[in-house]
């Protein structure tokens, strides 16, 4: 009995230890965080973006928390190696794997100080120019998915003219201090919210257990079967004569009358939602395709071997002319297929066709294509432009003739890579992972 005790005791106090809260010297507070949902996640393999995703917004939670009583977007320099170690700590006691973090660079993408374009507090970002529009378009509730898609173009917008040309890193840490000066402005529940929308992640904090109140009214009473009247099925039908006083013809012309009024209203209910529908798809992509263009306007881009050329849009007619009706796959992903594709001026393209774009994924789609038309490198692919047609989602990259290395390691008919091209591939693509990090 008494082993029994001390463990109890034991497990009680290895809880409360666990508790998310003010870590050690740490000013940043993860308390309420979902951390559970944060380790089921990141200990599935499959779901390594979307662990960063979770870890950035539960990190910019506790900076945009700070930031409410500081008005700084981040803790001091010297805090900062404290804070980064009592983070990981937390997560790993809550079952975060460590490498998730390393694989995440906490520390580097995920800061916990941001500094946009020499701005450190909440004032100066919010006196920024254009933060107003971020700061109109993003009002709670954002759980909405127009009001979230709404925020979020506002955001991307407000930082094109902020930071310009500048690298994925200053955009990332700019996107993640534009959350922190909105968020501080409201309570723990809106700093949630607006992380849901920014970051894409659903069911970050945890949800308190109310209990319900037995006396408390029910929302949806049902009806006592004493109120309905007491009477017969042909008085309840108003308007239908009893059938005794009238011939039989009569009645079947009025049950043909009521059943084809009835087909015709339901028909007219199903035209109405399939126009609205319909409406609605085209309105949607219209707004994608302008939101896209605005957010990455023509402008030149440098070029492996063709020379300069401009980032355009491409029409949806040209596009499947040019692939042959979609005929000429050279590639298959689990991200969509891969065709190859001669427009009528000669111009030669590998053109990726997107998987089904959901609409909660459109903004990304836009993010996507604004960071790959930022990544100008000789051993990177470069991408020439877009093709946006209701719901079909097109991205035009510069043609590989000799083909894919896959090809030349595995395909029977290829002659054999020397060892020397194989280490100078290497060195290659080393370059340009690390050029995109």
Known sequence: MLASGVAVVVCI???????????????????????????????????????????????????????NMSSNLGVPSGLSDICLHSVSETLELYGVP???????????????????MGRITVMQMLESPNFEDVTENCKLPLSEESSCRRCMNASI?????????????????????????????????????????????????????????????SLTPEAS?????????????????SEEHHHPYH???IRVGIAVTAVSVFLLIILIFLIHRKSRELGDSENLDKTCWNVFPPQPIQKGQDGPSTFQKFSYKETKRATYNFSTTIGQGGFGTVYKAQFSDGFVAAVKRMNKVSE????????????????????????????????????????????????????TGKTPLSWLTRIQIAIDVA???????
């Open 157 to 217: 917008l407000y930082l094109h003219h902020l930071i310009g040309a500048e690298d994925n890193m200053t955009l990332s840490t700019c996107r993640d201090a534009t959350f922190a000066a909105l968020a501080s402005q409201g309570d723990n529940v809106s700093t949630f919210e607006i992380a849901t929308c920014f970051f894409g992640v659903q069911e970050l904090n945890v949800h308190p257990v109310v209990a319900s109140d037995p006396s408390s009214p």
């Open 98 to 116: 460590s490498n998730a973090t390393v694989f995440c660079a906490l520390g580097t993408k995920i800061p916990v100080t941001y500094e946009c």
């Open 360 to 411: 909660q994924g459109e903004d990304e789609f836009c993010r996507e294509m604004e960071l790959l038309g930022r990544l100008h490198h000789r051993h990177l692919v470069s991408l020439r432009g877009f093709c946006v047609e209701k719901h079909e989602r097109f991205l035009i990259y510069e043609y590989m003739e000799n083909g894919s290395l896959k090809d030349h390691l595995h395909s």
């Open 13 to 67: 106090l290895v809880f409360l230890e666990m508790r998310p809260k003010v870590m050690g010297n740490c000013p940043l507070d993860l308390s309420g965080s979902n951390l559970t949902l944060l380790s089921s996640t990141c200990s599935n393999k499959g779901d390594r973006g979307k662990c960063c995703r979770y870890i950035n917004a539960f990190v910019a939670v506790s900076v945009a928390r700070y930031a």
């Open 431 to 437: 370059n340009a992972l690390g050029y995109q990090v």
């Open 251 to 253: 009645l079947t012309v």
């Open 225 to 241: 079967p004493s109120s309905l009247p007491d009477a017969s099925p042909s008085q309840l039908l108003v308007g239908i004569p």
